[in-house]
């Protein structure tokens, strides 16, 4: 089998002379003129060695060759025009394997061409340079079984071309300790805003932030131990920081050994999905006329709260129905209403602390849902706070309404389930109603 070697130069005048002398001698050269397109060459070509200019114009041959041997045993020869010393040194520790000082003899590139296709063969023979060469593929083919034949290489170069043309970003990551990208695709550019030349090398974390969620970091870690795929919806950063709800799909790839060397990823921007969706839960737990939680976003963390052992009798509720409400309405009509109402729920957010709830329940009902409260002390003071909050007047378009409401104050008894403890709260509202109003009522059968 010819070898194919990987030429990495921006000079179209060496390129030209090199790629020659390579052909004369019997290989294959497939040329890119960048870091880069080099890059991505080398991974979707699996040439057998590469030969690549220290100067490049995106980034440096040093830095191309530390990022092929983060994810290859691909030989790399470097050709240079600097001689000293600290330099080859700092060549050699890069990953290069060997380098080339220009100008250069052909018989001088070839001689370090064969040698190193020899040790990657592992002959330890003397060969002839160019098609004596060869060396096992690494990983399966995956072209079907019927298209495994001389139309091969259309066929292997129509899958890059879908890797090329697709609108899912894909990303391939090495099996290493860092994980670095050591390919993507033009869509996955696309979608994070980082160019290959910026994202190769790089860890596959650097598209995480401050907020993605650390489960879905978990999961990924679990999928990469186990060597198994996974499918999560996270949240990811682009290079400006502009944030974006990913569906990943990740896949590991094998080699013939069965081992996994490599990750697939399969990115899909899903945030507008994810947006509508968080939208229809807002609605669907939300008063839509006063931006408060409703009954059911109500019911069901008042629930959850007497499920929890260690809130037994450690929070309690205040039922809140206002007085008079349906003279406004009568008087100022519906619209006058429902803004008094918008008015009433943005003094009670005032009221309750970061761990409560104010909730709307129909009408003119409220309550507050008030956490850690473990005293008849507190949660009358609470209540007074509630009733200070309707004293000032209620500016309604041209002209103001003073509305007072009544308070029923119960604390959670153990045991005592979400349905009983707001029933309860609801019964010492009325008694506040048949007292006269505008006051509160304290259940003193609280504590059982």
Not at 198 to 222: F, K, M, N
Not at 405 to 430: C, I, T
Request: a negative charge; one cysteine or more; hydrophobic letters at 40%.
């Amino acid at each position: 089998m010819t070898p194919n070697i990987l030429l990495i130069e921006d000079n179209p005048d060496i390129t030209n002379v090199v790629k020659y002398d390579l052909e004369q001698a019997g290989y294959q050269v497939m040329t890119a003129e960048d870091g880069s397109s080099g890059l991505t060459s080398a991974w979707e070509n699996q040439p057998d060695l590469v030969i690549l200019d220290l100067g490049l114009p995106d980034f440096s041959g040093e830095e191309v060759a530390r990022r092929l041997r983060a994810t290859s045993d691909v030989p790399v020869i470097i050709l240079t025009a600097m001689d000293a010393v600290e330099q080859k040194v700092s060549l050699l520790r890069a990953g290069a394997n060997d380098y080339i000082v220009k100008p250069f003899y052909p018989e001088e590139l070839l001689a370090r061409v064969e040698v190193q296709l020899r040790a990657r063969a592992g002959s330890g023979e003397d060969t002839a340079p160019g098609p004596s060469v060869s060396r096992e593929p690494s990983f399966p083919n995956p072209l079907p079984v019927h298209l495994q034949s001389s139309d091969q290489p259309h066929w292997l170069s129509l899958l890059a071309a879908a890797l090329t043309h697709t609108t899912s970003g894909i990303s391939i990551t090495a099996n290493t300790d860092e994980h670095p990208v050591v390919y993507c695709n033009p869509a996955f550019e696309r979608l994070t805003g980082y160019t290959s030349s910026e994202i190769l090398g790089q860890s596959w974390r650097v598209l995480q932030g401050e907020h993605t969620d650390p489960d879905a970091l978990v999961g990924i870690y679990e999928a990469i131990e186990a060597g198994k795929p996974t499918d999560l919806v996270m949240l990811n950063y682009r290079k400006d920081g502009s944030s974006f709800w990913s569906a990943l799909n990740l896949g590991p790839i094998r080699n013939e050994e069965n081992a996994v060397t490599h990750f697939i990823g399969v990115h899909t921007d899903v945030t507008d999905r994810v947006n509508t969706q968080r939208e229809l839960e807002h609605r669907a737990y939300t008063d839509i006329l006063t931006g408060l939680a409703n009954r059911a976003q109500f019911m069901m963390e008042l629930k959850q709260e007497a499920a929890q052992p260690e809130s037994q009798g450690l929070f309690a509720l205040a039922f809140i129905d206002l007085d008079g409400f349906k003279a406004i309405n009568d008087c100022f009509g519906h619209e006058a209403g429902d803004e008094l109402l918008r008015q009433v729920a943005q003094r009670l957010r005032g009221v309750v602390r970061n761990v409560d709830l104010a909730a709307r329940l129909a009408g003119d009902e409220f309550v507050l849902l008030l956490r850690h409260v473990d005293s008849d002390a507190a949660l009358e003071l609470i209540a007074q706070r509630t009733l200070a909050a309707f004293q000032p007047a209620f500016e309604l378009e041209a002209f103001s309404v003073t509305v007072h409401a009544s308070v029923g104050l119960v604390r959670h008894r153990p045991g005592e389930s979400a349905v009983q403890m707001l029933s309860r709260a609801d019964q010492a509202m009325y008694q506040t109603k048949r007292q006269g109003k505008n006051d509160f009522t304290l259940d003193l059968t609280t504590l059982g």
